[in-house]
């Protein structure tokens, strides 16, 4: 599949079909996002594979009851080693170890989509809760939870901006006026993608 097809794909899926992820295909969607980038390439992210019930559904109850979650027959419970991006960078190593995990998570979504699965991001959910249920040492933080499988819901793109409302040129307020030809190219290129991803 074309990466523009992958990228404009993509779903955030709360339903999914009853049916089971082979473990090897879960092994190698993380084997890949490990090619991530990460802050002086610590790569301080630890990923656990949950498909136990009793834990998911007390890990949806731990995510502010988002109980569509356990649909979903994994999760991938993306965790933060942050000590060791902070001793190389200091007060901002917090901010740049969360940037990391947040590198491999979505590259998860992008290759998990490739290989014909869905998932969604979760970033609300009771920390110190996640913590217990999985046993995640204190040094370590769980960061962020993709739920993973074999969706059964279609859903149509959602809107997004105009290029020329988000990106400046140079300078803050600069708008990508001298290039309105280039823009509209890309602009229909997207949206010939997005309607053939709709047909499917």
Known sequence: MQFKNVYLGRRSIRKYK??????ATIGEIIDLAEFAPSSGNLQNWKCI?????AKRQEIADACVEQNWMIEAPVFLVICN?????KNHYGKLGRMYSIQNCANLAF???????????ASCWVGAFDNE?????LGIPEEM????????????????PSLREEPNYIAYFNSWGK????F???LQKLKNTVKRQINKIKKK
Request: hydrophobic content about 35%.
């Open 18 to 23: 009853n049916k089971e992820v082979p473990l």
């Open 49 to 53: 594979v949950v498909t136990d019930q």
């Open 107 to 117: 590259g998860i979504t992008l290759i998990a989509y490739d290989y014909g699965l």
């Open 81 to 85: 080693d942050h000590n060791d991006v």
């Open 180 to 182: 309105p030809s280039h």
């Open 141 to 156: 933080d769980p960061e962020i939870i993709i739920t993973l499988g074999y969706s059964d819901e279609i859903k149509k």
């Open 175 to 178: 708008n990508f006026t001298e």
């Open 129 to 133: 809760a996640v913590q217990r249920i």
